[in-house]
């Protein structure tokens, strides 16, 4: 018997994983210039139909909208009545390649994009944003994820109709008891009892839905944030690797995300690289971990085993990420977890499956997993049909035609006896759901 040592880190060698479900991403550089951002947005006629279409960007009607700045080729902005754009400011920020969206200080604007399907539970927004001003400085720009009941943020009438939740995440410190050296996070606006526990109201504030995002500080310079809707009744804010969980209405998903500030805003911002998915947000962040993994009866290549870790959370068996390692031959590979407390379910080609329950990363020590053989057909489960499977390759070496690896159950090179009596012994067992 060998051990399959896992080394949990940041770094993702020889690892492949299937991380959120992207409904929707933008890095702002497929734009040719200001005009092609803003083409569904028409100032001169707020009622167009267009405007509810769905999978772009809209801009409200809060002239001028957020502008799109290239910092290698700046822009000449269009000049509409009633909507005028600014000049490229010199300092202009991109995250990635060279454009971004730039909110001018001052300057009240707001950019909403009206999903092509709902989501759910597991729905996040996920982005990164670049902070111009000092801490202490008046900042109100944010990032809102929202549910309409009739699906869509309706700028045709200027009004937000049919809302009934809105989860932000910003720099919202125009409340007299917001800590300007530190972010926000906003909960439920439409019912008081999803409200931020610890929401201003509750200290005698104006902002009844706006709370401190305690363990993170304000400063200049780029920023990862998300929202995740991630259990039915409770949302997760992430900024800059710090969590904050707040109650949330559990009847109630994601249509609309939308980018905004007040004009009492008193330092720029620029936003870049949104995502909007399904699953664990790129900001979450993740946690070296030892895990040490024993594949009974296993004395061959380490190489040759394909092992799944399912991430789950606590008692629930659809997977958030499932990432597929490949171990090198000693049986050492690197992989990241999310910070947090979850289900690991872990699989190889020829094992059945196994869950740690509740784990919490970064856990302190080693997780020991060990594994059972003899499911050749991955169904999780030893069976008929993979006495069949043996059977067909039965007699082969590596190499030959017909060798089958998932038979292979003790890793020598060879279906025989040995893969037969490990069958056996295992014959009738069902792996971990």
Known sequence: ???????????????????????????????????????????????????????????????????????????THPAYTGD??????????????????????????????????????GAYVDWWFYDTGSAGKQANAWVELLYYTNGLLDVGAGVTTGQVESFSLGAASFDPKANRNAYQVRGDISDPAYYPSDSFASQGGGAATWANFSGTTRSAGWHHAAIWLWKPNEVLFILDGATKIEPRNPAYGATTVRIRGLASNATDFYFDDVTVGAGIPPAMPRSNTACAVTLTDFTGDYSLVSLQIEI???????????????????????????????????????????????VNVPAS?????????????????????????????????????????ATDFDGDGEISLFDFGILVRNFGLVGDE
């Open 365 to 405: 020590g080693t997780l020991n997993v060990s594994l059972l053989g003899g499911d050749a057909d991955g169904d999780n489960e030893v069976s008929l049909f993979d006495f069949g499977k043996l059977v067909a390759a039965f007699g082969t070496l590596y190499g030959d035609p017909g060798y089958d690896p």
């Open 312 to 358: 789950r959370q606590p008692n629930d068996l659809q997977p958030l990420e499932v990432q597929q390692v490949s171990p090198d031959t000693s049986g050492s590979v690197q992989v990241a977890l999310p910070v947090g407390r979850w289900d690991l379910a872990f699989k190889a080609d020829r094992s059945l499956r196994r869950v740690l329950r509740s």
């Open 1 to 75: 018997m060998r051990v399959l040592g896992i080394l949990l880190i940041l770094a993702l060698f020889a690892t492949s994983y299937a991380a959120a479900q992207v409904v929707f991403s933008d890095d702002f550089e497929s734009y040719r210039g200001q005009q092609q951002f803003e083409q569904y947005d028409n100032p001169s006629d707020p009622f167009d139909p267009i405007w509810l279409t769905l999978g772009v960007w809209h801009g409200q009607i809060a002239p001028p909208n957020l502008q799109l700045i290239n910092i290698v080729n700046p822009y």
């Open 84 to 121: 005028p754009y600014l000049p490229q400011p010199s300092d202009a920020k991109a995250h990635s390649g060279q454009q971004s969206l730039w909110l001018k200080a001052g300057a009240h604007r707001a950019n909403f994009l009206n999903l092509s399907a709902p989501l759910g539970t």
